[in-house]
């Protein structure tokens, strides 16, 4: 009876951690929104992968760059932490006053640590799971603008890295590259240099190995986007 308690007690918190430790959590989509030289955006978001602050810079008419940081850390017998930080550059054009699309690329690299500490009968402990990320991708998008805001889709295709440990549930060593797809939703409301955002979208990997990640992005936040160069 005892061996019984201990295996359904370690089952049961082995999907507690699964569900509570996430090796990935994918953040915010670069939505810069550039569409002439030394245009400047900065954007901060708070969402289901914590927060993220994202700022870019159009180098001319048609190249620009991004840089972008996501943060996230909780406390309680369910703790997890994690920083990423990504750059990235591509093209983009101003097909009409209404339309615009563009396509980036770039890298990313972050560390996903998370730490349960269970108080059970025949099961206290602590386990952790400890994993570095890096990831390579690729995002097309396409805007609409209006006088009130901008509405667009942008997609980013991924190549996931994923490597580390967990102690528990069962014990194993990850080191796989996992394709990723990431479509979002991105609508930004407001006038002048100042916008509101709101983005939506959803996380799917395209790999037979398995992956413990967050399959949904959730984020809203603000956008100050400003020129460098002065007027004529």
């Not at 090796?23 to 939505?31: A, D, I, W």
């Not at 102690?167 to 407001?190: Q, R, W």
Request: hydrophobic letters at 35%.
């Amino acid at each position: 009876m005892k061996l019984i308690r201990i295996i359904l007690i370690t089952v049961l918190f082995s999907v507690l951690f699964q569900s509570c430790a996430p090796t990935y959590m994918p953040n915010v989509l670069s939505n810069p929104d550039l569409r002439q030289s030394g245009d400047i955006t900065i954007s901060g978001y708070y969402g289901s992968a914590g927060v993220d602050i994202k700022t870019s810079f159009a180098v001319s008419n048609h190249v620009g760059i991004l840089l972008g940081g996501n943060f996230d850390h909780s406390d309680g017998d369910v703790s997890h932490s994690h920083g990423f930080f990504e750059v990235g550059g591509g093209y983009f054009d101003k097909k009409t006053p209404h339309f615009s699309w563009a396509v980036y690329g770039g890298v990313g690299t972050g560390n996903y640590n998370t730490t349960i500490r269970i108080r059970a009968p025949y099961a206290d402990g602590i386990y952790k799971t400890q994993y570095e990320v890096v990831r390579y991708f690729l995002q097309p998008s396409a805007t609409y603008h209006s006088q009130i805001g901008e509405i667009g889709l942008a997609c980013r295709m991924d190549a996931l890295h994923v490597s580390g440990t967990q102690d528990i549930g069962p014990a194993h060593c990850l080191d796989h590259t996992f394709p990723m797809i990431e479509p979002s939703l991105n609508i930004k409301v407001g006038k002048g240099n100042w916008r509101i955002a709101l983005q939506g979208g959803f996380s799917i990997h395209l790999a037979n190995e398995s992956l413990h990640y967050l399959p949904g992005i959730i984020a809203m936040g603000v956008q100050l986007k400003l020129n460098a160069k002065p007027k004529k």
